[in-house]
């Protein structure tokens, strides 16, 4: 089941049934399944709690991703600032609803499996990222 929640911050006007649908999609062609995938989005106050208390960091990000998965399963929390998915956006995206994309489907990838902090691997991420964003087409109303 895919969740999507929100703390000290509006709800993103969403498709739940349409992202879940992508989601599950992305995973697929990934060889995984979608399990309990919670998305909790939030503000850079509440973001940079979460960093500080579960990863040490002392910075505002745009998407934090606990890992939970089973085998093939997904499973993880999802955590998103949308103060700084919108700073992003005006730097990396042509609106906020495409950074959103961008963020919402990073934070599965990593559930995938895929990493982008090595060597090369950030250009790994980029790509699977751009393809999954090429699938959302098929599932926006």
Known sequence: MITFDSTGTDMPDLSRLDYEAWITRVAATH????????????????ILDYNRRFLGHDY?????????????????????SLDTVNSNAALYSPTPADELDRVIIHGIL????????????????????????????????
Do not use: Q, S
């Open 31 to 46: 060889g995984r399944k979608t399990g309990d995938v919670n998305y909790m989005f939030c503000d850079d106050a509440t």
């Open 60 to 80: 505002y990000t745009d998407i934090i991703t606990f890992d939970d998965d089973e085998g093939e399963t997904i499973n993880g929390d999802i955590i998103i």
């Open 110 to 141: 990593h559930l995938c499996g895929i990493n982008d902090k090595g060597p090369g691997e950030r250009e790994i991420m980029e790509a699977a990222e751009n393809a999954a964003l090429a699938l959302r087409k098929d599932f926006a109303k």
